[in-house]
């Protein structure tokens, strides 16, 4: 089985100031990690994902997410937060030994950038 | 690259009504697609994973009978909501992936409202 929990409903900072939106997964295996961004009334952009490798992983917009696999975490970041930044995220994971491709997605979070 | 795109992006309709929502990968092979429901302020629920040219596998709840999905190539897959009634209004989101590993694509989600 996996899962995914994102703690905080909603995450508010200021213009400029950095962001951390948080992801814990559980996974029988080793896992693929995502991250989504949801603007209203839209799909589900891709982020960023970790595969294997580096556990920082670099990718759109400026965020970036570290993996780390003793704490079974894969929070996102980004340095310096933009008002156009407030959506909704969602942190997904799949187990590698998972025949299909199915992801199970957190809850997700809305952050709200204040100018 | 990897556009998926989703039709109609929204729809109201008369109860008992039967609608057909299409999802296509418009520039890669998606092998297995994946319908999704997302209530207001709520995470995506997988509704049914299809692969080209085989049923489609629904999750526990999902009445296939209901919500018919047909994959007849690479790049096409519908979502069929029969008899639609009030309780099925909701936004529904597809995704495609081409092969294990690799992010799922998500189109821009249909809104369905049942009067």
């Known amino acids: 089985a996996q899962s995914v929990a994102q703690p905080e409903d909603q995450v508010n900072v200021a213009e400029g100031n950095p962001l951390t939106v948080k992801c814990t997964y559980s996974?029988?295996?080793?896992?693929?990690l995502f991250w989504y961004v949801q603007y209203p009334n839209r799909g589900l952009q891709f982020l960023l994902k970790y595969i294997t490798g580096d556990n920082l992983v670099k990718g759109s917009y400026g965020f970036e997410a570290e993996f780390n696999k003793s704490q079974t975490s894969f929070h996102l970041k980004k340095p310096s937060a933009l008002v156009s930044d407030s959506a909704l995220y969602f942190c997904a994971v799949r187990d590698r030994n998972n025949a299909g491709n199915m992801l199970t997605f957190g809850g997700g979070t809305r952050l709200m950038v204040k100018p | 690259g990897a556009v998926v795109s989703q039709h109609p992006s929204r729809v109201i309709c008369k109860s008992g009504t039967s609608v057909k929502i299409e999802c296509r990968s418009l520039d890669f092979q998606a092998t297995t697609m994946f319908w999704y429901r997302q209530f207001p302020k709520k995470s995506l629920m997988l509704m049914a994973t299809?692969?080209?040219?085989?049923?489609?596998?629904?999750e526990q709840g999902v009445e296939k009978d209901k919500f018919l999905i047909n994959h007849a190539s690479l790049t096409l897959s519908t979502l069929t909501v029969t008899s639609a009634h009030p309780e099925d209004s909701s936004f529904y989101i597809c995704?495609?992936?081409?092969?294990?590993?690799?992010?799922?694509?998500f189109g821009d989600g249909t809104r369905l409202s049942i009067l």
């Open positions: 299809s692969n080209e040219g085989s049923k489609a596998t629904y």
């Open positions: 995704s495609a992936s081409q092969d294990r590993g690799q992010p799922q694509h």
């Open positions: 996974v029988s295996g080793n896992p693929y």
